[in-house]
């Protein structure tokens, strides 16, 4: 099976360096015309899609809705199968934070997301014991990175694993959420290993091969970040922070 984990196109928050979450903020015209060109890249690689499942966060349903409708996947694109366990880390009331501002902020956990997620765990779990009982509502609560982690392995297992082997499937999320599964096509448990090679660029693809030996998942990682747009693109790509 071959499998191409997504990362969304760039959004308005993107570049003013907000924390986005589950918060629904759309592609902006740079996000929609760097998942045209990815997905005229494809088509020129010839890549087609059995199966594309997408968070249902409206940034990374349109990337795949854009990117199949400029490749040879024109039916696929009418046929995304949203799946909540596919949405970024909800990250509570850090959501819509200045990222540059969080990360100086020393009572915030967001300041070891990058640096440290083991400590952002460590943080966040501190937090939510602090605030037990409290009047904010769930949408202030974070979540644990260990528990983005038990949902994306949770699909993993749930959905893609039992597809057919000569399946080729798109995955379309978010940051943090790709290397969610990412950690678990590793093997990896420990959340200091997180980031691995890097956060995925915007529009970038991890491609990952999937062989199930006696019903043993058995995954080789075959590209960490392909890209399909070119190099003019790139230099006008956000910077990732």
């Known amino acids: 099976m071959k ?23 759309p592609l902006d015209d740079f996000g929609k015309l760097m998942a045209k060109e990815t997905g005229k890249g494809i088509k020129g690689k010839g890549i087609t899609f059995d199966k594309v499942y997408s968070s249902p966060l409206s940034r990374s ?13 024109s039916k696929a694109a009418q046929n995304i199968i949203t799946d909540e ?15 540059e501002e969080m990360q100086a902020d020393e009572s915030s956990p967001f300041r070891y997301f990058k640096s440290a997620p083991d400590k952002y765990e460590n943080a966040v779990y501190e937090w939510k014991h602090n605030n037990e009982g409290a009047s904010e509502s769930r949408t202030q609560t974070p979540e644990l990175l260990s528990e983005l982690c038990s949902r994306a392995k949770n699909f993993m297992t749930d959905i893609i ?32 290993k997180f980031w691995g090679d890097g956060l995925l660029p ?9 062989t199930m030996h006696e019903k043993s998942p058995a ?9 399909f747009y070119d190099d003019e693109l790139k230099k006008q790509a ?4």
């Open 161 to 192: 694993e039992e597809l057919p082997e000569d399946s080729s499937v798109l995955i379309s999320t978010h940051g943090a959420l790709s290397k969610a599964l990412l950690m678990y096509i590793r093997g990896e448990s420990d959340l200091a």
């Open 85 to 99: 366990r596919l949405k970024e880390l909800h990250f509570g009331f850090m959501d819509g934070g200045k990222v």
């Open 219 to 227: 995954y080789t990682i075959v590209d960490k970040a392909a890209t």
């Open 238 to 241: 956000p910077k990732l922070l």
């Open 202 to 210: 915007n529009c970038g693809i991890a491609i990952v091969e999937l």
């Open 3 to 25: 499998i191409y984990i997504l990362r969304h196109g760039t959004t308005e928050w993107n570049n003013k360096h907000l924390i986005q979450g589950q918060t629904d903020i």
């Open 61 to 73: 349903y349109e990337t795949a809705k854009v990117i199949l409708e400029n490749s040879n996947n």
